[in-house]
């Protein structure tokens, strides 16, 4: 019987290209909040907008009711469809700060995934999707 822990996530090549895939995507939203002129939108100076890139790791504070929940509002954090979805609505209805908030929001989860920090799975923080992170368990 093989008794070897499954850890999830990916490897090789394709985490490579995942990693490189979020730091593609942080340059391109971060481009696009230069262009938008996203700090003047948001009455910010360059400096004051590290704690708003910053905010989303606010949902690791979730951890704290246990993995499974901590999982769940991270993943809702970290994954491109709320930003996505309320920039869209933003830019035709809202102005011009909800959607620099949603670019720095893709920015912050275009970050994360360029220095290995995936969505998680409930087992703890340190499986994600693009592998284990941190000290390797026994």
């Known amino acids: 019987m093989n008794t070897?822990?499954?850890r999830p996530g990916?490897?090789?090549?394709p985490r490579i290209l995942l990693r490189l895939e979020g730091l593609a995507?942080?340059?391109v939203a971060l481009l696009a909040f230069v262009a938008f002129d996203g700090a003047a939108a948001l009455g910010l100076r360059?400096?004051?907008?590290?704690?708003?890139?910053?905010?989303?790791?606010?949902?690791m504070l979730a951890y704290l009711a246990g993995p499974r929940i901590g999982?769940?509002?991270?993943?809702?954090a970290h994954s491109y469809v709320a930003p996505l979805v309320i920039g869209a609505l933003a830019f035709h209805?809202?102005?011009?700060?909800?959607?620099?908030?949603c670019l720095l929001w893709i920015a912050h989860i275009g970050f994360d995934r360029a220095l290995g920090y995936g969505l998680k799975y409930a087992s703890g923080f340190g499986d994600t999707h693009l592998g284990s992170i941190g000290r390797r368990r026994t």
């Open 4 to 6: 070897e822990v499954m």
């Open 10 to 13: 990916v490897a090789g090549a």
């Open 25 to 27: 995507v942080l340059a």
């Open 46 to 59: 360059w400096w004051a907008l590290i704690p708003v890139f910053l905010a989303p790791d606010l949902s």
């Open 71 to 76: 999982a769940i509002v991270y993943n809702a």
């Open 93 to 101: 209805a809202l102005g011009r700060a909800p959607v620099a908030l």
